[in-house]
């Protein structure tokens, strides 16, 4: 709230490129999508699937669309099959929204395996490495993957 | 909340010059026109959070809600404006009655042009703080209070109505206080790396003109409380010193009288440059 406050007092905003906001780290991988620069990390797997934390920011003075129920993600397991993963989105928050010009937001997502979804019939094999489509995010096109191994440590997500 | 105190404030501030008396002058003062009491109490709030997270993914975080960063694309625009106006407009004191008090003799007196006068013209310093809405792209509305103090202009003169034990006590003017409290629609339009706008503003104008009276060893001080109407058309232009922070000046002209104001603001907007990019 406060760097918010000191944020309009001074006038100061997201820079283009800058990967580097007050209320945001920007870790894992980066690409620049549109009026979007995103980072892309993944996080310590949850009981439900792995978590992919977004970091991303407007480059533009406009508002620019965010979409993270438009990122494909797709997920490997030990023997080399893929699977599709969906967000866990129990209540049906995610939805299309839009970010503000020179502004930024973070959101981080639980990829449910099918068969751990609770109510599922448990499925064991763990995902190694997770694939995500950033240009998706920022309703952008042709697609522009991102892969992650799997993370050093488990126990749960953040 | 500020803008409740300062009005909370400014009518306190109206009121109070009534109030006012030099020591050892029991029961002195006097008030005039329809000045009335104010006044605002205490409150501390304090804010606990009841609602703490272990995780910040969506889904199993409860209270956060997703996308809460687009919160601010959510609603119109408001936009808050800070700043510094002056403003020449015809005096409201002319023809006021007014009394004040000397221990246990009181004077009634009226306001007169001063002999060879020309039409008494009230210069005001004001701090000026106002809110906007944008009610579509282009068009905003809001409300408006100004608030300053009229300076003296050496032109009024009183008469007394009555004498005491004494004569009559000798009344000179000092500086009043002005509340403007006012309705704004205007049309903007983005232009280079700022803005322009034509709005108009309306409302109720209240002046309390303050008055030093010495009357033999005791000195009081009294007003006069007048009350007017805003009705002024006004130019405005303003830059963007960042996504969401302008610096404006604006010119205006009463539709009513002969009276003008220029100005001087920050800007405060919920949405990058206005939404206008």
Same mark, same amino acid.
């Given at each position: 709230m406060r760097v918010a406050l000191v944020c309009v007092l001074v006038g100061c905003g997201y820079q283009p490129g800058s990967f580097a906001h007050a209320s945001h780290d920007f870790v894992g991988q980066r690409v620049t999508v549109g009026c979007l620069d995103i980072a892309v990390e993944r996080r310590a797997d949850h009981a439900i699937g792995p978590v992919l934390g977004y970091q991303f920011a407007n480059r533009?003075?406009?508002?620019?669309?965010?979409?993270?129920? #438009? %990122?494909? *993600?797709?997920?490997?397991?030990? +023997?080399?099959?893929?699977?599709?993963?969906?967000?866990?989105?129990?209540?049906?928050?995610? @939805?299309?929204?839009?970010?503000?010009?020179?502004?930024?937001?973070?959101?981080?997502?639980?990829?449910? %395996?099918?068969?751990?979804?609770?109510? @599922?019939?448990?499925?064991?094999?763990?995902?190694?490495?997770?694939? #995500?489509?950033?240009?998706?995010?920022?309703?952008?096109?042709?697609?522009?993957?991102?892969?992650?191994?799997?993370?050093?440590?488990?126990?749960?997500?953040? | 909340m500020k803008p409740a105190i300062a009005i909370a404030a400014a009518l306190a501030a109206l009121a109070a010059p009534a109030r006012l008396a030099h020591a050892g002058c029991a029961g002195s003062g006097g008030s005039g026109g329809s000045a009335s009491s104010g006044g605002f109490s205490d409150r501390s709030w304090h804010l606990h959070p009841t609602c703490k997270d272990t995780s910040d993914v969506v889904g199993l975080r409860r209270c956060i809600r997703f996308a809460a960063w687009a919160k601010n694309l959510e609603y119109p625009q408001i936009i808050i404006e800070g700043g510094a106006l002056i403003r020449q407009f015809p005096t409201l004191l002319e023809h006021q009655i007014g009394s004040v008090t000397h221990g246990a003799e009181s004077f009634r007196y009226h306001v007169v042009q001063a002999t060879g006068a020309a039409h008494r013209i009230d210069t005001?310093?004001?701090?000026?703080?106002?809110?906007?809405?944008?009610?579509?792209?282009?068009?905003?509305?809001?409300?408006?209070?100004?608030?300053?103090? *009229?300076?003296?202009?050496?032109?009024?003169?009183?008469?007394?109505?009555?004498?005491?034990?004494?004569?009559?006590?000798?009344?000179? +003017?000092?500086?009043?206080?002005?509340?403007?409290?006012?309705?704004?629609?205007?049309?903007?339009?983005?232009?280079?790396?700022?803005?322009?706008?034509?709005?108009?503003?309306?409302?109720?104008?209240?002046?309390?003109?303050?008055?030093?009276?010495?009357? @033999?060893?005791?000195?009081?001080?009294?007003?006069?409380?007048?009350?007017?109407?805003?009705?002024?058309?006004? #130019?405005?232009?303003?830059?963007?010193?960042?996504?969401?922070?302008?610096?404006?000046?604006?010119?205006?002209?009463?539709?009513?009288?002969?009276?003008?104001?220029?100005?001087?603001?920050?800007?405060? @907007?919920?949405?990058?440059?206005?939404?206008?990019?």
């Open positions: 533009c003075d406009r508002a620019a669309p965010v979409d993270l129920a #438009a %990122v494909a *993600v797709i997920g490997r397991d030990a +023997q080399g099959a893929d699977v599709a993963l969906r967000p866990y989105d129990p209540r049906g928050e995610i @939805h299309p929204a839009a970010l503000d010009g020179r502004s930024a937001g973070a959101e981080a997502v639980v990829y449910g %395996v099918p068969g751990r979804i609770p109510g @599922h019939a448990t499925r064991a094999a763990p995902i190694r490495e997770v694939c #995500a489509d950033a240009a998706a995010l920022g309703d952008a096109a042709p697609p522009h993957w991102l892969c992650f191994g799997a993370p050093r440590a488990t126990g749960g997500a953040r | 005001a310093m004001l701090s000026s703080l106002r809110g906007s809405v944008a009610l579509s792209h282009a068009v905003y509305g809001g409300l408006e209070v100004d608030l300053g103090s *009229v300076v003296p202009s050496g032109t009024t003169a009183t008469e007394m109505a009555s004498s005491g034990t004494f004569g009559s006590p000798d009344l000179r +003017q000092d500086h009043g206080l002005l509340l403007d409290s006012l309705g704004v629609v205007g049309v903007r339009a983005p232009l280079g790396p700022g803005g322009v706008a034509v709005e108009f503003a309306g409302g109720l104008r209240a002046v309390s003109y303050n008055f030093r009276s010495s009357y @033999h060893d005791c000195h009081a001080t009294t007003s006069v409380t007048a009350l007017g109407a805003v009705a002024e058309a006004r #130019a405005r232009g303003e830059l963007w010193l960042g996504p969401w922070l302008t610096a404006g000046v604006m010119l205006g002209t009463s539709v009513l009288e002969r009276a003008w104001m220029g100005g001087i603001y920050l800007g405060v @907007h919920t949405r990058s440059f206005g939404g206008d990019r």
